[in-house]
């Protein structure tokens, strides 16, 4: 098992900046790929990026590339997402996952609680 912990959510205003860390624990040998994703009230959740875990590959969608940055710190087991630039419509609850990775969110095994960012205008 993989526990993952999502931290610096919070709210800001739009042009802002934040960014969200993802701790793992457990047996993070079975990490191949660190995800992102992002859920709104009432939509369906968002593919935001990932990263590989023994490797420095990112993929971002087009939707976020540009403002958005994936990065990870190995030695503290512990993914990054840098949010700028941020706009009302980032709202959501950010997720992190875990596993062997993909562009969906059943390509991952395991998942954070989600940490809430709110964007104001």
């Known amino acids: 098992q993989v526990q993952l912990v999502e931290s610096g959510g919070g709210l800001v205003q739009a042009g802002a900046s934040l960014k969200l860390s993802c701790t793992a624990s457990?047996?993070?040998?079975?990490?191949?790929?660190m995800g992102w994703f992002r859920q709104a009230p009432g939509k369906q959740r968002e593919f935001v990026g990932f990263?590989?875990?023994?490797?420095?590959?990112?993929y971002l969608p087009n939707s976020v590339k540009g403002r958005f940055t994936i990065s990870k710190d190995n030695a503290k087991n512990t993914g990054y997402l840098q949010m700028t630039t941020l706009k009302p419509e980032d709202t959501a609850i950010y997720y992190c996952?875990?596993?062997?990775?993909?562009?969906?969110?059943?390509?991952?095994?395991?998942w954070g609680r989600g940490t809430q960012v709110t964007v104001s205008s």
């Open positions: 996952a875990a596993g062997r990775g993909g562009l969906t969110a059943g390509a991952y095994d395991y």
């Open positions: 990263i590989g875990w023994s490797n420095d590959n990112s």
């Open positions: 457990g047996r993070t040998d079975d990490v191949y790929k």
